[in-house]
């Protein structure tokens, strides 16, 4: 349908932007250099919340409810994984933009760090703060979806 047209458009053309944005640094990571969960994640995001409003309010929500049912979907073991980087890294792109803002996402995009682990690091801190925030973050969308 339509809806899903636009945001597989938008989540498409993303990737070009993401490439360009890491590729126009001096120095640093480059895009298809991050883990599999950013690159799907952002893309994801990005096609869900640039596209319609019905992806934005309506499917962007239902992506967060299957992450949320799946606990075990985003893991922090050693580093941060996603089991289905299409879902559970667009849940994780969306945790990142709501809890710690466009400013900081894009200062990951933009980092001089030579690897994206590193440069995660400097923006949002060590991965257990992520994990304990990523998990009160999932829990309140659980409660504020349950009202």
């Not at 070009?16 to 590729?23: Q, S, W």
């Not at 126009?24 to 893309?43: H, N």
């Amino acid at each position: 349908d339509e809806d899903y047209a636009f945001g597989l458009i938008a989540d498409e053309l993303s990737t070009a932007l993401f490439e360009r944005v890491t590729r126009d640094k001096q120095q640093g990571w480059y895009f298809q250099d991050a883990p599999q969960w950013f690159v799907q994640g952002i893309e994801g995001y990005f096609g869900l919340t640039y596209s319609s409003s019905h992806e934005r309010n309506v499917t962007l929500p239902k992506y967060i409810a299957a992450a949320r049912t799946r606990p075990a979907g985003v893991r922090f073991d050693h580093g941060i994984e996603a089991r289905n980087p299409n879902v559970d890294g667009v849940a994780m792109v969306a945790f990142l933009y709501d809890a710690y803002g466009a400013d900081c996402v894009d200062s990951l995009l933009t980092s001089a760090k030579p690897t994206f682990d590193e440069a995660f690091s400097a923006v949002f801190g060590d991965t257990q703060s992520v994990a304990t925030k990523y998990r009160a973050w999932i829990a309140a969308k659980a409660h504020a979806a349950a009202k």
